[in-house]
């Protein structure tokens, strides 16, 4: 039972990679049909899709580790290290892949496709980047961030990149006109960015305690997705992570509200 943990981690890994191997195949191509041998064009959107539903299990994977860790007692340098390795492909490199075929996607679309410049897709690597220096200084001050986190969890992240082919798949609402333009994207990669590295406080979705004090935030951000998702569907995925920055920025932890008392 001591090794459960890490074999979650590993899993959150082997699906992080099912999911790059998804959204590599992501792309134009032609079938040839079998009965009577005409040319069809594949656009590789389910693909996509399938890598947004292992980044999501690779999610599920990454809370189980550490509930488990925390259920068994069972603590160690190699697993703090292993998680780490596993988050920066799960919800850095995966959802950097799915931030470039969307660029792509979108500047396609433009007038001037032809021109396009595989230097103009680039920044969507920035979020591996910035998740693998997240989690760089995430390990080195772990014991700062017991009951909240320094900067956006690259989980998160991971979560709400990976709603974007989900959201494209299932044509939720209004946002597949706004999931084409390429500065919406640009504007998603510089927030995230900077949420990762940032002095922000976010709070943990399992709270330290279960009193109302410290779990108030994560419910109403539960609460807030739970509302949406009959009208907006999986667009619920991104209004939910808005309300969680709202609220990291505003939320007090009572810690800190009885020092400054």
Known sequence: MK??????????LFCGCLAMAYILT?????????????????????????GSI???????????DGFVARALNV?????????????VVS?????????????????????????????AMAPAFLIACFAALRLAKFNITASAQKNYFIGMPVPAVGILVGSFPIILWNNDVLLPAILH??????????????????????????PPKMKLAYAWPQLVVIATALAAIPFLHFAALPIAFVMYILLALVYKYPEEQAAAN
């Not at 656009?43 to 399938?50: H, R, V």
């Open 3 to 12: 090794h459960l943990p890490n074999l979650l981690t590993l899993g959150n």
């Open 181 to 206: 333009s390429t500065w919406f994207f640009y504007g998603v990669i510089a927030l995230v960015c900077f949420l990762m590295v940032s002095k922000i406080k976010f709070f943990k979705m399992i």
């Open 54 to 64: 292992f980044i999501g299990i690779a999610a599920i994977c990454d809370m189980l």
């Open 91 to 119: 919800f850095g490199a995966a959802p950097s892949m799915i931030m470039f075929k969307c660029l792509w996607d979108a500047r396609m679309q433009e007038l001037n496709a032809l021109d396009a410049s595989m230097l």
């Open 26 to 50: 992501a792309q134009p191509y032609v079938y040839r049909n079998v009965t009577d041998h005409s040319l069809n064009w594949i656009m590789g959107t389910e693909q996509m899709y399938m």
């Open 75 to 87: 603590f160690s340098p190699i697993g703090k290290d292993l998680d780490s390795l596993a988050d």
